[in-house]
C-alpha cells in the first residue's frame, strides 16, 4: 500500500493564495457589494464606431500628460533667474529629459487635436441635444482650459520665445483702458517678467490641471456611464433601443488597443520629431527680436488676427484707446460663450425639445451643419495671416561699433508691398469666404436631404 506524501510547497502557495482571494473578494462583496453594482457595468452596451473612441484617444493623451508633467516637475525650477537654465538642463543633461519634455508637448498637441475632432463630430452630429446640454457645456469649458493651460506651458521654459509672447499678452493687458496698468502689475507683478513664472507655474502645475482632473472624469466618465450612448442612425434598431458591444471585453479591449496606440504614437514623434528647442532660442534679452517660430496652430488664430486687424487708434479724453488689440480677444469669447450656449441657441430658434439618442447625419440639418463649417472657414482665414510675413529691413551699425546679427529667418517672407497686399486680402475674405462657406454648404446638405427622401 502506497503512503502518502505530503504536497510540495510550491503547489500549496498556489491553492493557499487561490483560496485567500476568493475568502477577500466574499468578505469584501458581503460588506461592499461589489459584485452586484459591477456585473450589470461590465454588460453596458458601447458603440463600435471608430469615431466615438476620438474622446478616448483625447483621455489617453491626458494620461500621458499627467504623466509625464509629474516627471518635469521633479527638475524644474519656477524661479524667473534660473527658469531657462533649468529647462536646459532638463533637456540636455537629465538622462530622458528631452525625450519626456517632448512627448509632454505632443501629449498636449494630440489632446487638443483629439478634443476638436470630438468637438466637431459631437457638433455635426447633433449629440450636444436634450439629455446631453451638461455634457456639451463640460466639453467645451475642457476646450478652453486646455488652451489656457497650453499657452502657461509653452511661456515656462524662459526663452526668448516664450517671453517675446508672455510680452504681446502683456500688451493687450496695458491697452485695456482705465485698468490695464493695474491688471499687468497685478500678473506681472510690476516691471515685465517680474514674478510672473512662478504664478504661471503654480496655475499650469495645481490650479488648471486640479480642475482638469475634477472635469474630465465627469466629462468622460459619470455622465457617458449615466446616460445612453448615441447611435448611428445605420446600425441603430430605434431611437429608444440599446445596441452595440459590452464594456467587457468588448470595449474594453477597444479601449486598450486606443490606449496602446496612442502612447505609441506619442513614443514614435516624441523620438523622431524635435520641437521647441530652447537651448537654440537662448534666454530672454529685452530689446531682441524674438527667434522664428511658427505658432501652434491654435494660437496662430489669435496671433493672425491681431496681424489683420488694422492698428486703430482712437484719442477719447486725454487716452489713446487701441481697439485693434481688443478685437482677437472678444472674438475667441464670444466664441466660446456661443459654443457654450449652443444647444439651448438652436432649442430656442428650432423648437426642438425632444430627446435625442440617435444622430443626424450632417446632411439632415443643413443650417447647423452650413454654420459649422462657415466658423471652420472664419478661423482658418484668421490662421492663414500667421502664414506670411514681412521681410525685415537690412541692419546696419554706427561706425566703429559690431555688426548687428542677422534677423531671424521666418518660413515665408515676402516684400512689404507684397505683404500689404496679403494682409488686405485676408481682411476681405475673412468676411467673404465664411458667407459663401456657409451659403454652399447649407445648399448641398439640402440637396441630399432631398435626394435622400425622394
Known amino acids: 500500500m502506497a503512503t502518502p506524501t505530503k504536497p510540495k510547497w510550491r503547489p500549496r502557495i498556489i491553492v493557499g493564495s487561490a483560496k485567500a482571494a476568493v475568502d477577500s473578494a466574499i468578505y469584501l462583496d458581503d460588506r461592499l457589494p461589489f459584485g452586484r453594482w459591477l456585473r ?8 463600435s464606431h471608430w469615431s466615438f473612441l476620438l474622446g478616448e484617444l483625447a483621455l489617453y493623451a491626458f494620461v500621458m500628460l499627467v504623466l509625464t508633467g509629474t516627471f518635469l516637475t521633479l527638475f ?15 533637456s540636455l543633461q537629465v538622462r530622458g529629459g528631452l525625450l519626456v519634455r517632448q512627448l509632454h508637448h505632443w501629449s498636449a498637441t494630440v489632446f ?21 446640454e451638461l455634457t456639451w457645456m463640460l466639453g467645451v469649458l475642457l476646450f478652453g482650459l486646455v488652451l489656457f493651460e497650453s499657452f502657461l506651458g509653452v511661456s515656462l521654459p524662459g526663452d526668448q520665445l516664450a517671453l517675446a509672447g508672455l510680452r504681446q499678452a502683456q500688451g493687450v493687458l496695458l491697452s485695456v483702458p482705465l485698468v490695464g496698468t493695474y491688471l499687468s502689475a ?28 475634477a ?12 446616460q445612453k450612448h448615441t447611435e448611428r442612425r445605420a446600425t441603430a434598431a430605434g431611437e429608444h433601443q440599446v445596441s452595440g458591444g459590452p464594456f467587457f471585453p468588448y470595449f474594453a479591449v477597444k479601449n486598450g488597443a ?19 528647442p530652447v537651448w537654440e532660442h537662448g534666454a530672454y534679452r529685452p530689446g531682441a527680436p524674438p527667434p522664428s517660430a511658427q505658432p501652434f496652430w491654435y494660437f496662430g488664430v489669435l496671433d493672425g488676427a491681431q496681424r489683420l486687424v488694422p492698428a486703430w487708434e482712437l484719442p477719447i479724453g486725454g487716452y489713446v484707446l487701441q481697439p485693434g488689440l481688443w478685437i482677437p480677444p472678444l472674438i475667441l469669447l464670444a466664441f466660446f460663450g456661443v459654443l457654450f450656449l449652443y444647444p439651448f441657441i438652436e432649442r430656442r430658434y ?25 466658423v471652420i472657414t472664419f478661423f482658418t482665414t484668421l490662421w492663414a495671416g500667421t502664414w506670411v510675413s514681412v521681410a525685415p529691413p537690412a541692419m546696419h551699425s554706427a561706425p566703429g561699433l559690431p555688426a548687428p546679427p542677422p534677423a531671424p529667418p521666418t518660413l515665408l517672407t515676402v516684400p512689404p508691398d507684397t505683404y500689404a497686399l496679403v494682409v488686405g486680402g485676408l481682411r476681405v475674405a475673412v468676411f467673404v469666404l465664411p458667407v459663401v462657406a456657409f451659403l454652399l454648404t447649407r445648399a448641398i446638405c439640402r440637396r441630399r436631404s432631398a435626394a435622400a427622401t425622394a
Do not use: M
Not at 76 to 90: G, H, I, Q, R, T
Not at 114 to 132: D, E, N, Q, S, Y
Open 350 to 374: 428650432s423648437g426642438d425639445r425632444d430627446v435625442h439618442h440617435l444622430l443626424d447625419r450632417p446632411s439632415q440639418a443643413p443650417v447647423r451643419t452650413a454654420l459649422g463649417v462657415a
Open 215 to 226: 472635469v474630465v472624469p465627469l466629462h468622460a466618465l459619470i455622465l457617458t456611464w449615466r
Open 258 to 276: 486606443t490606449a496602446l496606440f496612442t502612447i505609441g504614437f506619442l513614443a514614435l514623434l516624441a523620438t523622431f520629431v524635435r520641437v521647441n
Open 186 to 213: 497685478f500678473v506681472f507683478d510690476g516691471g515685465f517678467p517680474g514674478q510672473v513664472i512662478p504664478r504661471l507655474f503654480a496655475l499650469h502645475v495645481l490650479l488648471i490641471p486640479g480642475i482638469l482632473l
Open 40 to 47: 450589470p457595468q461590465l454588460r453596458k452596451l458601447f458603440p
Open 112 to 132: 487638443v487635436l483629439a478634443i476638436v475632432a470630438h468637438l466637431c463630430r459631437v457638433f455635426f452630429t447633433g449629440a450636444f441635444r436634450r439629455p446631453r
Open 76 to 90: 524644474y525650477k519656477p524661479n524667473p533667474d534660473v527658469a531657462y537654465e533649468s529647462a536646459v538642463e532638463l
